[in-house]
């Protein structure tokens, strides 16, 4: 029904910065939001940035200022940019959509990406 793909995780030295992509694609009528959550060991998933149709942003307080979300309605995608990116960053982050996709309103979920930060 509905695919999302992430790309741009990887090793990135404390300080440095990613962009991180997901694109979906499928049978998507309408997209409610996009956004990237993130998973690290141990711990539960989190949100970590939102973006609603209408534009609307939010984010996690521990990325406020370093992390930016940004869409592009035209491809169904959805991006984060992260500068400043500390240990504490270190994750799988997934992609999510929240819309309506074959007729059915719900919430996808991509295969995740990690992000690793370490010197």
């Known amino acids: 029904q509905v695919q999302l793909v992430e790309s741009g995780g990887g090793l990135v030295q404390p300080g440095g910065s990613l962009r991180l992509s997901c694109e979906a694609s499928g049978s998507i009528f309408s997209i409610y939001a996009m956004g990237w959550y993130r998973q690290a060991p141990g711990k539960q998933r989190e949100l970590v940035a939102l973006i609603s149709s209408g534009g609307s942003t939010k984010y996690a307080d521990s990325v406020k200022g370093r992390f930016t979300i940004s869409r592009a309605n035209a491809k169904f995608a959805v991006y984060l940019q992260m500068n400043s990116l500390e240990p504490e960053d270190t994750a799988i982050y997934y992609c999510?959509?929240?819309?309506?996709?074959?007729?059915?309103?719900?919430?996808?979920w991509g295969q995740g990406t990690q992000v690793t930060v370490s010197s």
């Open positions: 999510n959509l929240k819309g309506e996709v074959g007729g059915l309103s719900g919430s996808y």
